[in-house]
């Protein structure tokens, strides 16, 4: 019996891909214009799991760098970042589902802004952990944090993992986990009946 659920937040529960771009192709409109073109073809949600993993395919020889624009690059996301709403009937969905399943959140932006827009929207409260990408890269990796806090060895079979991404349904089919994509079959986890 599942008795888990692992959400995304970006364009999983929230409607904010295309804020999240406009806002990295403006940092780097800004600070890095020889760049521009590059970020432009390689930000790909469904290739990248982390604002890391674009910098490496940009500056892939220079570790220094990508360290120094990480940290700058998520503290410009989490001050731009306020226009993301929640999509339709998520809010009320997520309540429903705090009454049968500990819920978990593993998110590609910061810990800070998952924190805040969860707040914002009175929901926070129902989320067990939150691990946003700034320190430890939305992976596999969060997954076994998950399952170290919930003290469960069962923990990846007794879990769903709800996520948008090809790159997400690769991190939950590494731990075993029964993957369930958004903007598939779904276009809201409002719509998903199984749970």
Do not use: C, P
Not at 23 to 35: K, P
Not at 76 to 88: A, C, T
Not at 149 to 157: A, M
Request: charged residues 30%.
């Amino acid at each position: 019996m599942k008795k888990y659920i692992i959400f995304d937040l970006d364009w999983t529960l929230i409607d904010s891909h295309n804020n999240i771009k406009e806002i990295i192709f403006e940092y780097f409109r800004i600070n890095d214009i020889d760049n521009y073109d590059n970020v432009r073809y390689k930000l790909d949600f469904n290739k990248i799991a982390s604002i890391k993993d674009l910098l490496i395919e940009i500056y892939w020889n220079n570790h220094n760098l990508i360290e120094k624009i990480h940290k700058k690059l998520y503290n410009y996301l989490d001050q731009k970042n306020h226009e993301s709403e929640f999509i339709d009937w998520t809010i009320e969905k997520i309540i429903k589902l705090s009454n049968k399943y500990k819920l978990y959140l593993s998110t590609w932006s910061s810990t800070k802004f998952a924190n805040e827009i969860l707040k914002k929207w009175w929901i926070y409260n129902y989320f067990e952990l939150i691990l946003g990408s700034e320190n430890i890269q939305k992976s596999e990796k969060h997954l076994d944090i998950f399952q170290n806090h919930s003290n469960d060895n069962n923990f990846f079979e007794n879990s769903y993992s709800i996520w948008d991404s090809e790159k997400d349904k690769y991190f939950a089919e590494l731990r075993n986990i029964d993957f369930i994509k958004i903007w598939n079959k779904y276009k809201s986890i409002s719509e998903i009946k199984i749970l």
